[in-house]
């Protein structure tokens, strides 16, 4: 499975980002997929997940209300919605994708198999 994350930049808080993140290699349908990132000094962590059919969805609080997950199975594409970024969102954010079981997702973003490259958020105060 191959992830190719795309979408990063610049931005003053306040502002909005869309990534996307194009999926090959596997049937789409069949993969659970997330956004973890990493700021610079510190752990990657988890931001948010989908489930296969994009039904069932999950955000780490911090980006609850400002970010929103979903995907087309059509375009074997995962997104990334980000609204009223924070200085804090900065960081390098990752698309990941894991073998789904129904529903279920997962924020233990080492349960995650396949990883993309990452694209840098910046957010300018």
């Known amino acids: 499975v191959q992830l190719q994350a795309s979408g990063g930049g610049l931005v003053q808080a306040g502002g909005s980002l869309r990534l996307s993140c194009v999926v090959s290699?596997?049937?789409?349908?069949?993969?659970?997929l997330a956004w973890s990132r990493q700021a610079p000094g510190q752990e990657r962590e988890f931001v948010a997940a989908?489930?296969?059919?994009?039904?069932?969805?999950y955000k780490t609080d911090s980006v609850k209300g400002r970010f929103t997950i979903s995907r087309d199975n059509a375009e074997n594409t995962v997104y990334l919605q980000m609204n009223s970024l924070k200085p804090e969102d900065t960081a390098v954010y990752y698309c990941?994708?894991?073998?789904?079981?129904?529903?279920?997702?997962?924020?233990?973003?080492?349960?995650?198999?396949?990883w993309g490259q990452g694209t840098l958020v910046t957010v300018s105060s």
């Open positions: 990941a994708a894991r073998a789904s079981f129904g529903n279920a997702l997962y924020s233990d973003i080492s349960t995650y198999d396949y």
């Open positions: 290699g596997r049937t789409f349908r069949t993969l659970t």
């Open positions: 989908i489930s296969w059919g994009g039904g069932t969805t």
